[in-house]
């Protein structure tokens, strides 16, 4: 694919034969996969930015990988021009190397990224859908630029950028189980994986806090009081955006505004009891919490997952997704 779309392409397949190639020849871009068959990918990127002797010290380098763990990609942020996570869409890497080559910086083309994402279950087309309901995004001005408040610098924010695709990933796979598989329901869930963190998108660190109200209460004292206001607030923050918008399909606003209530009214910002959670946001909610539960369990299971939230999801909507979801693998 990329052999048919730029001229002139070196492959390694070692990371001992890539060493080799960065030392002999200057590159333009490296595409550097981290879980390789005999080393990790990692240490080529350790010696092109740890040598600023070598010739492609300052050559930007896109990482690709299936899993990519949050640790390193802290650790690695800024030496990385752009993740792409696998399976990924053909066009965004294109895209993404085509920008690189031509010098764009990373706004100019990323104002709406796409989620390159489809881990954890396989679904049949999902991609291709979700692309159209991104195309109908960026032909509604209102609406793309709501989107484009996101702010999300895909250099840098693997995070974000798996959280969503994996979101609209869970969200989907527990929606066909419960037989609620129209496109409106699945373009419902790509608009609200996108919007609700919106108004912490920029920080990262505030992205990864899944919390009861208690377990809020106790980190006050710990955090900054502007970051924790903004922590507490930013569901309502963005569902207010989003009803101002009168062209965003009707339940988005719904679930962002719940996405942090949990069934036994202990979760944040309203308290919500679980009958005023709607079914759309229970099944938002439980996806939410599996995709953290996914980010932190490398080796995570469905029934691993649905045994550890029996006590917290209690409540018939919750009782009917955690079902579902034990059927999905
Ligand atoms: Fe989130
Ligand atoms: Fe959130």
């Given at each position: 694919m990329i052999e048919n779309?730029?001229?002139?392409?070196?492959?390694?397949?070692?990371?001992?034969?890539?060493?080799?190639?960065?030392?002999?020849?200057?590159?333009?871009?490296?595409l550097l996969d981290i879980h390789l068959k005999d080393r990790n990918g990692a240490e080529v990127l350790k010696f092109l930015k740890d040598n600023p002797e070598n010739k492609n010290h300052?050559?930007?380098?896109?990482?690709?990988?299936g899993i990519i763990n949050a640790q390193f990609v802290d650790k690695n942020k800024n030496r990385f021009a752009g993740i792409i996570i696998k399976p990924f869409n053909?066009?965004?890497?294109?895209?993404?190397?085509?920008?690189?080559?031509?010098?764009?910086?990373?706004?100019?083309?990323?104002?709406?990224?796409s989620p390159n994402c489809q881990l954890p279950f396989p679904i049949p087309q999902l991609q291709d859908k979700v692309n159209k309901v991104m195309d109908q995004v960026k032909k509604n001005n209102k609406v793309k630029q709501l989107f484009s408040e996101l702010k999300i610098d895909r250099n840098t924010d693997a995070f974000l950028m798996?959280?969503?695709?994996?979101?609209?990933?869970?969200?989907?796979?527990?929606?066909?189980?419960?037989e609620w598989n129209t496109d409106k329901t699945l373009e419902k869930f790509v608009y609200a994986a996108y919007l609700h963190d919106m108004a912490i998108a920029e920080k990262p660190e505030l992205l990864?806090?899944?919390?009861?109200?208690?377990?809020?209460?106790?980190?006050?004292?710990?955090?900054?009081?502007?970051?924790y206001k903004l922590l507490f607030d930013h569901a309502t923050l963005a569902a207010n955006k989003i009803d101002e918008i009168i062209e965003v399909p009707q339940d988005v606003g719904i679930m962002v505004r719940q996405h942090h209530e949990l069934p036994r009214g202990n979760g944040y910002p309203l308290r919500l009891p679980f009958g005023k959670i709607t079914p759309l946001s229970t099944v938002f909610i439980v996806a939410h919490d599996l995709v953290d539960y996914i980010w932190a369990n490398p080796n995570w299971t469905v029934k691993g997952y649905c045994a550890s939230v029996k006590t917290k999801f209690k409540g018939p909507h919750f009782a009917k997704v955690l079902y579902a979801l034990s059927e999905l693998s």
């Open positions: 779309q730029f001229e002139k392409v070196e492959t390694a397949t070692s990371v001992e034969m890539a060493l080799q190639k960065i030392q002999e020849n200057i590159f333009s871009c490296i300052n050559c930007p380098v896109v990482i690709l990988s053909n066009d965004s890497l294109i895209e993404m190397i085509q920008n690189i080559l031509s010098g764009k910086k990373e706004k100019d083309y990323n104002d709406i990224p798996a959280h969503i695709g994996m979101l609209i990933n869970v969200a989907t796979g527990i929606s066909n189980k419960l990864r806090i899944q919390a009861t109200t208690i377990e809020l209460e106790l980190m006050k004292d710990k955090m900054d009081s502007r970051d």
